[in-house]
C-alpha cells in the first residue's frame, strides 16, 4: 500500500520500520527540529533522523491548515495514513485524502486515556492493564471507530519506561495486521462509558508529597519514569526517583527506615533505582555506597 507516515518521539519509530518493510512509505511527516540543549542547536526529531536513515522524504509543516500543505498532502496519493503520537491535530481534509483515511495507534484501551499522556496516566492511576488500539481517525480527540485492540498487563513494577518499549512493538505489529486486513475488519464505535483523559503531564506534579499512601507515591515514580521522572529533596540536593516498590514498614511520611525504604503517609515506599543531578541512575545500593543519605527526605 501507499503509506503516508505521521509520527514524531522515539516511540513511532518502531512503527515505522515496521511499514517501510513491507509497504510503500512515500512520506514521513513529523514536527519540526527544534533547539535543544545547552547550546540551543536545532535537533532532528527520532521519527525524522530515522526516515532520512531509511531513505524516505520527510516533511514537517508546524502546521497543517494551511490549504498548501493540505494540497501537498492531497498529492501523496496515498491508501493509507498511519499516525502515532504525530502532535498535531489533522484537519479534515487530511483525514478525508487518503483512500482508506487515517488510522491511528494509540497506547491505551480505548475509550480509557483519550489524549496525550495514556502511558503514564494508566499507571498513575493504578490500572491492572492497558493495550494498543488502531483507531480510524474522526475530528473527535481519539474518538474514532476501533479496528484493533490488543490488551497488556500492568505489572507491579512496571514503568511508563517499561510499557512505552512494549507497546510502542505491539503497534508495530497491529497496525500491519490492520492493514493486511483491512477490507475485512469492522470499526467498532467507542463507547462514551468508561471515557477518560490522558491530560499532558505537567512538571509540578512531578514533586513526591511523602504524606500520600505508599500506594500513591509508587505509582507517581513509576508513572513519571524516566520523564520528568518524579523527585524529592535529600539535604538540599534534589533527587530522581525511577524505580521503586511497596515495602512493609512505617512512620513519619519521608524518614528513611532502611537503605532507601522510605515512610509514607501510610506504608512505605523501596526505591530500587534513583539519580543524582548530574550523575547517572543507580541502583539503591550504588547510590547509597555514594552518598550519606539524610535521616528524613522533604
Avoid at 501523496?76 to 481534509?93: N, R, S, T
Avoid at 488502531?134 to 475530528?139: P, Q, S, T
Avoid at 513509576?222 to 521522572?229: A, D, H, K, T, Y
Amino acid at each position: 500500500m501507499r503509506v503516508v507516515f505521521m509520527g514524531t518521539p522515539e516511540f513511532s519509530v518502531p512503527v515505522l520500520d515496521a511499514l517501510a518493510r513491507v509497504h510503500e512509505v512515500v512520506a514521513v511527516y513529523c514536527q519540526p527540529p527544534r533547539p535543544a540543549g545547552r547550546g540551543k542547536i536545532e535537533r532532528l526529531t527520532p521519527v525524522h533522523a530515522r526516515a532520512l536513515e531509511l531513505g524516505l522524504p520527510v516533511r514537517h509543516p508546524a502546521r497543517l491548515r494551511d490549504p498548501a500543505d493540505q494540497a501537498d498532502f492531497a498529492s501523496l496519493d496515498a491508501d493509507v495514513a498511519v499516525v502515532v503520537a504525530y502532535g498535531l491535530i489533522l484537519p479534515q481534509a487530511v483525514l478525508d485524502a487518503p483512500r482508506h483515511g487515517c488510522l491511528n495507534i494509540h497506547a491505551s484501551l480505548l475509550p480509557r486515556w483519550r489524549g496525550a499522556a495514556p502511558i503514564h496516566r494508566a499507571i498513575m492511576a493504578g490500572d491492572s492493564e492497558t493495550g494498543i488500539c488502531i483507531m480510524r481517525m474522526e475530528a473527535g480527540l481519539d474518538t474514532g471507530p476501533v479496528l484493533l485492540r490488543e490488551p497488556t498487563p500492568i505489572g507491579a513494577e512496571d514503568t511508563t519506561a517499561d510499557l512505552h518499549n512494549r507497546l510502542s512493538a505491539m503497534g508495530a505489529r497491529l497496525i500491519l495486521e490492520a492493514l493486511d486486513r483491512l477490507a475485512d475488519l469492522t470499526p467498532v464505535p467507542q463507547s462514551s462509558e468508561g471515557a477518560t483523559y490522558a491530560a499532558k503531564i505537567d512538571k509540578a506534579e512531578a514533586r513526591i508529597d511523602w504524606t500520600l499512601p505508599a500506594v500513591q507515591v509508587d505509582r507517581t515514580i513509576r508513572g513519571l519514569s524516566p520523564f520528568p521522572g518524579a523527585w524529592c529533596l535529600a539535604a538540599g540536593e534534589r533527587v530522581k526517583l525511577l524505580r521503586s516498590r511497596l515495602a512493609p514498614g512505617s512512620g513519619t511520611p519521608g524518614t528513611v527506615l532502611d537503605g532507601l525504604t522510605i515512610a509514607c503517609g501510610s506504608g512505605a515506599v523501596e526505591v530500587t533505582l534513583a539519580q543524582r543531578e548530574g550523575k547517572k541512575p543507580a541502583t539503591a545500593d550504588e547510590f547509597l555506597r555514594g552518598f550519606a543519605l539524610p535521616a528524613r527526605l522533604d
